[in-house]
């Protein structure tokens, strides 16, 4: 293995090193895996951890996260308390500690369990391609996701969910916690007892988080009654295209997550 | 290889040493540095035999980059025990019968008493959580959890003792 380090001092500067080759290391916990495996072995890694990319602010009703904030971080703030149990479903603490939530949009399944976190909250990543920031709704981040490796994730914003609006679950095979069987995220927020513009977000049921649009417009206008939670379940898995790995085969996650999402809505 | 310097205090010691560009700090810890309890595992941060404490905080080293290291405070197992006297989760680990192989020991360890650093009084599942980014195949965990709680005990009766 031959890599030379690179602390990235601007972040301007980042997305010139990347279109050369350089590899990015945020956390860790995906880069120096595939390093520790022979994967992109030679060359140089940039590291971020001059770039003031690790603060989370909280104004009003907008959070927003540098890309190099870590789950554990994200954990003990007292302000995002809604987003503690992704946080505490993502590997154990020592992973928490390293894991960054600009590396975890490029996690890919069964990872990303905060990417579709993310995805549900309706998140906005700003990038900078080396010119100029720009920013990106998630979904349109995800759909691009590939071309937007070679620019630089500086950090991610979000609006505060209504208390008691969003909603997560994550079905795995060793408690307390091991990679997704399924992941639900789900933003429920309801006028007059009808839910009102709800976004339903899947991981592991695709190459990245997705969207459930189906069950999303099952759930749309009604209350969260017996009738409409099995309207929904038999949706959510219509916009999914899961693969089989080691944790669980595609035809499982297919059969489980109309369960899980029940369990999730009727709680 | 370009080597690189780096400095960090490992086990209250000041440390500088020239490694290979890239390396992590669990190959400097082994392969430089002889200290051999920090165990080898998946390199892939899913079985955590190569946890320990950096700053505070439980970390894969396996996954730690050892330049980014500089400037840091780590512990290994090798740092707990003081003038030959066991720390009380290493004694509380014989003495429960929490390690039969012994490869997850140091790391559970470790994890555990990152745990204990913060939190004097951990529940059952406090000890859960802390451990469950750490695999063993002999125990079926029940003894580490054991362990690591009267561990906790033992250190609180201690501390009320020098109070």
Known sequence: MSVMLE???????????????????????????????????????????????????????KATFGAMVTMAEIARDRRLKFLHPVCNSIGGPAVRAMATIGGNLFAPAPYGDMAASLLALDAEITIHDGKSAKKYPIEVFFRQRKKLERCLVVSVSFTLPASGSFRYSKAVRRKPVSASVVTIAALLPRRGGKVVGARIALGAMGSHAIRAYKAEAALEGRSLDSATIAAAAAQIAEDASPADDAYASAWYRRQVVPIHLARLLAA | MTKVAVQFTLNDEEQNEFVDSGSTLLAVLRGKLGLYSTKAGCHQGSCGACTVIIDGEPRLSCLTLAQRCTGRMITTIEGLTRDGALHPLQQAFMEGFAAQCG????????????????????????VIDAISGNICRCTGYEPIIAAVLAAAEQMRAEMKKSA
């Open chain 2, 103 to 126: 490869f997850c020991t140091p790391g559970m360890i470790l994890a555990a008493k990152s745990l204990l650093d913060r939190n004097q009084s951990p529940s059952r599942d406090d």
């Open chain 1, 7 to 61: 602390a990235a001092r601007q972040i301007r500067l980042v997305p010139a090193l990347q279109a050369k080759g350089a590899m990015i290391v945020a956390g860790g916990t995906l880069a120096v895996a595939e390093l520790n495996y022979g994967q992109g072995a030679d060359g140089t890694l940039i590291i971020l951890d001059r770039l003031g990319l690790d603060r989370i602010a909280v104004v009003g009703k």
